[in-house]
């Protein structure tokens, strides 16, 4: 594989996606469903060509997601993984004195053996740690934050960004990219009415400060995924599962939907529970929307 600093997730024409994309760097494919590499000069000079790009090219519409990196590496155990991870984030440190600031991470390989939210807890508390030592404090926050890191993992190697708010706001389809929530395919309705998918961030604060080894209460479910209606929360509630596991099946959901994550079996029977009731609750919002949508045409 070519040495990437671009991971692109590909929305739909494949070979049509590749050409437009060989045209700003040096493409390859991975092997992973619809997700392609890129090697360019530099990333920052990449973000201002796509935002340069004509209407008439359409690149969204073949193309989902763009995340640059700013720095690489290859890993072969979590614990090799979590360390490299936790340097670079640690000389981000004076970036991110007295900000607001999240980790969020896509994984693609390693199922049952990476668990994002367990590492973007470790490293977002470092860096609380790191800067509560210095006297210089940061804080977590998923709504706007000063400061996002992005960490993007293809099998064996990963790749780590620091994007500021300055930078979201001037490239959206960055902030899209990068933060969690509704895919840029989804309908648009989908993502309104689909709290699962849209609060799936906030595992990083709320399991920071509460721990996650025990159920999952109903308090603790409806801050990581918004409203439900009353009969789902109890359905959640209900299997017992921890707030990890809630977040594990949001972020199997999210992954096969969007970031070229193939399926995966749940980890434990629990995980399967909510998967299936929040699957349910996604295909229930779409049916609703399209009956209105169509009693609204007769």
Same mark, same amino acid.
């Given at each position: 594989?070519? !040495?990437?600093?671009?991971?692109?997730?590909?929305?739909?024409?494949?070979?049509?996606?590749?050409?437009?994309?060989? *045209?700003?760097?040096?493409?390859?494919?991975?092997?992973?469903?619809?997700?392609?590499?890129?090697?360019?000069?530099?990333? *920052?000079?990449?973000?201002?060509?796509?935002?340069?790009?004509?209407?008439?090219?359409?690149?969204?519409?073949?193309?989902?997601?763009?995340?640059?990196?700013?720095?690489?590496?290859?890993?072969?155990?979590?614990?090799?993984?979590?360390?490299?991870?936790?340097?670079?984030?640690?000389?981000?440190?004076?970036?991110?004195?007295?900000?607001?600031?999240?980790?969020?991470?896509?994984?693609?390989?390693?199922?049952?053996?990476?668990?994002?939210?367990?590492?973007?807890?470790?490293?977002?508390?470092?860096?609380?740690?790191?800067?509560?030592? *210095?006297?210089?404090?940061?804080?977590?926050?998923?709504?706007?934050?000063?400061?996002?890191?992005?960490?993007?993992?293809?099998?064996?190697?990963?790749?780590?960004? /620091?994007?500021?708010?300055?930078?979201?706001? /001037?490239?959206?389809? /960055?902030?899209?990219?990068?933060?969690?929530?509704?895919?840029?395919?989804?309908?648009?309705?989908?993502?309104?009415?689909?709290?699962?998918?849209?609060?799936?961030?906030?595992?990083?604060?709320?399991?920071?400060?509460?721990?996650?080894?025990?159920?999952?209460?109903?308090?603790?479910?409806?801050?990581?995924?918004?409203?439900?209606?009353?009969?789902?929360?109890?359905?959640?509630?209900?299997?017992?599962?921890?707030?990890?596991?809630?977040?594990?099946?949001?972020?199997?959901?999210?992954?096969?939907?969007?970031?070229?994550?193939?399926?995966?079996?749940?980890?434990?029977?629990?995980?399967?529970?909510?998967?299936?009731?929040?699957? !349910?609750?996604?295909?229930?919002?779409?049916?609703?929307?399209?009956?209105?949508?169509?009693?609204? *045409?007769?």
């Amino acid at each position: 594989m070519i !040495d990437w600093n671009v991971i692109v997730t590909v929305r739909s024409d494949y070979d049509r996606a590749l050409g437009v994309l060989r *045209r700003l760097g040096t493409t390859e494919r991975t092997g992973l469903f619809n997700v392609i590499v890129m090697r360019v000069p530099d990333v *920052r000079v990449l973000l201002a060509e796509i935002a340069r790009l004509p209407a008439p090219e359409h690149f969204f519409a073949t193309i989902s997601h763009v995340v640059p990196v700013t720095h690489k590496f290859s890993f072969s155990t979590p614990e090799e993984l979590e360390s490299k991870a936790r340097d670079i984030v640690l000389a981000w440190a004076p970036e991110l004195a007295g900000k607001s600031f999240h980790v969020r991470m896509r994984r693609r390989g390693h199922k049952g053996e990476i668990h994002a939210q367990e590492l973007e807890r470790q490293l977002g508390r470092a860096v609380i740690d790191e800067l509560a030592r *210095r006297g210089a404090p940061a804080r977590f926050a998923l709504d706007d934050p000063d400061v996002v890191i992005a960490i993007e993992t293809i099998r064996d190697q990963v790749g780590l960004g /620091l994007w500021t708010r300055a930078d979201l706001e /001037l490239y959206p389809f /960055l902030r899209a990219s990068i933060e969690r929530g509704a895919s840029r395919h989804e309908p648009p309705d989908v993502a309104e009415h689909a709290p699962s998918r849209r609060r799936l961030g906030t595992v990083t604060e709320i399991a920071a400060r509460s721990g996650t080894d025990h159920p999952a209460t109903a308090s603790e479910i409806v801050e990581l995924l918004g409203e439900l209606e009353p009969l789902t929360l109890e359905k959640l509630v209900a299997t017992g599962a921890t707030l990890d596991e809630v977040a594990e099946a949001v972020s199997a959901i999210e992954d096969e939907d969007a970031f070229g994550e193939t399926h995966h079996p749940p980890s434990t029977a629990r995980e399967a529970e909510v998967r299936a009731i929040l699957e !349910d609750l996604v295909f229930e919002n779409f049916e609703e929307r399209e009956s209105e949508r169509e009693i609204a *045409r007769t």
